[in-house]
C-alpha cells in the first residue's frame, strides 16, 4: 500500500522506518520528513509542511494515498482527520474535537474530572492579573504553571516558590513568549514522585496499552535546566510495573476514553498519558493526541507487531481482533543529540560527521529529527533537537551503552547531549 507519514522529526522516522519494514508497505511518503527519512527503503520525502492540510489532502488523492498517520499535534489539532474522513480516507489520529485533549490543557482537566481519573488540583485563569493575585493571595509553595495551548512541550514551568511562579505568569501572559497558546493558563499543585510515559492505541472502544517509557523533559543531566520537547526516553520503564500498568488502565485510560466519548469526542489513534508516579499512585500531569517524541523511538525499536496491522485495526474499530502485541524483551534507549543553544535560540546548518561510523555500532539507530541537506549535499543540523540515537540491549545499561557509543562518534559545530538518559532505571 501507499502510505503517507505527516512531520519532520525524530518520531516520523522512526514511523517510517517501521513502515517500510513492513510486507504490507510499497511507497511512503514523508511530508516533508528529513535528511534521515530521505535515505530509508521505499521512502521519499515531499516537500509539503505538516500544517498545510489542503496541499496534504491534496496529495493524498492525487497519489492515491491507502494510509496517511499524522505525527504531530498541530494538524490533528487543526482538524486534519476530519478533513480527510470527509474524502473518505484513510488516516489514523483523533478527530479535531477528540484532539483537544492535547490542545487545551483546561479541556483536558474537565475530561480528567469527568471521568474521576486521579490528577493535580488546579485553577484556570484567562488573565495573567488574575493569576498573580490568586498567587499572592494563595500560594507561597510549589505550583506548576501552564500555558493551555500548543507550547512544543515547552510552555510548562515547574516553580519552587511564589517568585518564579509570578514570573512564568508574567512570561506566558505579558511576554507572549508562546503567543496565542497563553491566551489562558493554569495554576495547578505539583506533584511529587518520577515521571513515567504510557501510551495506548485505541478506537474508542477497546484500549490496547503499550509498554511504559520514561522521558526525559529537563535539559542537562540531573534533571536540571529548563523544560524541553524530550532529551532522551528508554522502554521498558520499571518505574512502571505490571500491576501499576493493569491499574493505569482500568483507572486512567478506560475512564478517559469514556469521558471523551461522552463529549462527543470519540477518540481513535495513541493517546498519551504523562504520569507522575506518586506515592499515592499514578496521576495523570498531561494527555499527549499522538505518539511522543523521543518515545516513539525507543517504542518502535522494540515492537515487533506490524504497525499497519494496529494502525488499520484502530481506524476500523476492530482492535480487540487483534492478536496481542509482540515486544522484542531487550530493553531500548533513546538519547537526543541537540544543537548549541536548545531549548533557545540555536544556530543552523552545521555538517553532521560520524553518521557512517555511528551506523556500524550494532544493535543501535540513529534517528533524524532536525536536520536537512545542503547544497552540497552534506547532512546538516536544521532544528533544536537534531538525532535521536537508539539503542538495544539485554539490559538497560547494556542498552545506554550501545547508544552512548554510537554518540561518541557523532559530531557538528555545538553538538551536545545529556549523559544520564535512563539512568533512573539503573536506579530501581
Known amino acids: 500500500m501507499n502510505i503517507l507519514v505527516i512531520g519532520s522529526g525524530g518520531r516520523e522516522h522512526a514511523l517510517v522506518w517501521k513502515l517500510a519494514r513492513s510486507s504490507r508497505s510499497r511507497r511512503i511518503f514523508a511530508a516533508p520528513g528529513n535528511a534521515g527519512t530521505a535515505l530509508e527503503n521505499k521512502v521519499e520525502n515531499v516537500p509539503i509542511k505538516e500544517h498545510n492540510i489542503p496541499a496534504l489532502l491534496q496529495f493524498a488523492q492525487e497519489h492515491k494515498i491507502d494510509l496517511t498517520i499524522a505525527g504531530p499535534e498541530i494538524p490533528l489539532c487543526n ?6 474522513q470527509e474524502k473518505k480516507l484513510r488516516l489514523f489520529g483523533p478527530s479535531k474535537a477528540a484532539a483537544q485533549i492535547e490542545g487545551s490543557k483546561t479541556f483536558c482537566k474537565e475530561i480528567l474530572h ?4 486521579p490528577t493535580a488540583k488546579y485553577h484556570t485563569f484567562t488573565s495573567g492579573h488574575t493569576a498573580v493575585e490568586y498567587l499572592n493571595a494563595n500560594q507561597n509553595g510549589p505550583v506548576v504553571v501552564k500555558a493551555d495551548g500548543l507550547a512544543a512541550g515547552k510552555g510548562v514551568f515547574v516553580c519552587n516558590d511564589r517568585s518564579e511562579a509570578v514570573d512564568a505568569v508574567l512570561r506566558i501572559t505579558k511576554q507572549r513568549e508562546f503567543g496565542s497558546a497563553g491566551d489562558r493558563i493554569i495554576i495547578e499543585e505539583r506533584l511529587e514522585g518520577q515521571e513515567a510515559s504510557v501510551l495506548a492505541v485505541t478506537d474508542g472502544k477497546t484500549i490496547l496499552t503499550l509498554q511504559p ?3 526525559h523533559k529537563a535539559a542537562f543531566d540531573g534533571d536540571t535546566g529548563p523544560n524541553t520537547g524530550g532529551m532522551g526516553a528508554y522502554s521498558p520503564a520499571p518505574i512502571v510495573d505490571d500491576a501499576s500498568l493493569h491499574w493505569i488502565e482500568e483507572y486512567i485510560f478506560v475512564p478517559t476514553v469514556h469521558a471523551l466519548k461522552e463529549a462527543n469526542a470519540v477518540f481513535k489513534g495513541i493517546l498519551y498519558a504523562g504520569l507522575m508516579m506518586t506515592k499515592k499512585g499514578p496521576k495523570v500531569l498531561e494527555y499527549n493526541a499522538r ?4 518515545e516513539c523511538q525507543p517504542l518502535l525499536f522494540r515492537l515487533k507487531t506490524d504497525v499497519i496491522d494496529i494502525f488499520e ?3 476500523d474499530g476492530k482492535l480487540d481482533e487483534l492478536p496481542p502485541l509482540e515486544w522484542d524483551s531487550r530493553p531500548a534507549v533513546c538519547v537526543v543529540m541537540a544543537s548549541a543553544g536548545y531549548p533557545g535560540s540555536y544556530e543552523k546548518g552545521f555538517p553532521i560527521q560520524g553518521l557512517d561510523e555511528a551506523a556500524k555500532v550494532p544493535d543501535t539507530k540513529v534517528f533524524h529529527a532536525g536536520t536537512a541537506l545542503n547544497e552540497a549535499g552534506q547532512i546538516v543540523n536544521n532544528g533544536g533537537r537534531v538525532l535521536g540515537v537508539t539503542g538495544l540491549g539485554s539490559s538497560v545499561a ?8 554510537a554518540v561518541q562518534r557523532i559530531h557538528w559545530d555545538g553538538a551536545w547531549h545529556r549523559n544520564d538518559i535512563s539512568d533512573k532505571a539503573v536506579e530501581i
Open 291 to 294: 505518539f511522543g517524541d523521543p
Open 79 to 84: 482538524g486534519i482527520a476530519d478533513a480527510f
Open 114 to 117: 469527568k471521568g474521576n481519573v
Open 398 to 405: 547494556a542498552a545506554k551503552a550501545a547508544a552512548y557509543s
Open 313 to 315: 485495526a484502530a481506524i
Open 213 to 215: 517509557a520514561q522521558d
